[in-house]
């Protein structure tokens, strides 16, 4: 069955500090992949994708995912994080209309 | 801007009283998609329309319904809400198609409250 594994629920960084989280997808076809970022008490927010092509991709606001297929990751990261960026993030792989998203890493930065 | 707007972005209802909430998009996708969010976990998707097929996933509950009149427009109604139905409710949509990358886009979210 096709999952999606983020191995750390929780995660603290101290603003200015570079971050990396990781997701794990299970074997598939090429995988379309994806990267949301969730603000308390909003909708989901679609930060990068992948589905083809050079495997690091650049999002907004600062941030880039790698795909590796080797070790069937799609890890995000950020060279310097900003207080703003604290909020739940959740990977996602996609195919023919269905997602199936990750159970989520919540970022908190330490002023 | 295109976007997906749901309303209301608060919902306060009764245990056993019916509830719809409202989704609308303009960016002319053709799959729109229902999904149920608990504090603290990852959206659960309730079912989808490709274009007006409904799909339902096998583990949503009968309680839930929805109705897609237009390209533009989906509900969901929740027929005799429970305690156990109160979350985040977010609405979301892709085009689904040659070339595409599936992509979905997510509105705002309703809260619904069941008291």
């Known amino acids: 069955a096709q999952s999606v594994t983020q191995p750390d629920i929780h995660i603290t960084v101290s603003e200015g500090a570079s971050l990396e989280l990781r997701c794990n997808y299970s074997y598939g076809a090429t995988p379309y992949l994806f990267w949301y970022v969730q603000s308390p008490g909003q909708g989901l927010q679609l930060l990068l994708k992948y589905f083809s092509g050079d495997t690091l991709v650049q999002g907004i606001k600062g941030f880039e995912a790698e795909f590796k297929r080797s070790q069937s990751s799609f890890n995000l990261r950020k060279p310097s994080v900003h207080w703003s960026d604290a909020a739940e993030y959740f990977c996602?792989?996609?195919?023919?209309?269905?997602?199936?998203f990750g159970s989520g890493t919540k970022l908190n930065v330490k002023p | 801007d295109a976007m997906v707007i749901q309303n209301p972005r608060y919902q306060v209802t009764q245990f056993g009283k019916p509830v719809t909430l409202s989704c609308s998009q303009t960016?002319?996708?053709?799959?729109m998609y229902w999904y149920q969010q608990k504090s603290s976990q990852a959206p659960k998707l309730l079912f989808h329309y490709y274009d007006k097929d409904f799909n339902n996933e096998a583990d949503t509950p009968d309680n839930f319904q929805s109705r897609r009149p237009n390209t533009s427009f989906c509900f969901l109604d929740i027929r005799s809400p429970g305690l156990g139905d109160a979350a985040m409710y977010l609405c979301?949509?892709?085009?689904?198609?040659?070339?595409?990358?599936?992509?979905?886009?997510f509105g705002p979210g309703t809260r619904l409250t069941v008291t």
């Open positions: 979301a949509t892709s085009r689904v198609g040659s070339g595409t990358s599936y992509e979905q886009y």
């Open positions: 996602a792989r996609g195919n023919f209309n269905k997602f199936y």
């Open positions: 960016l002319n996708h053709n799959v």
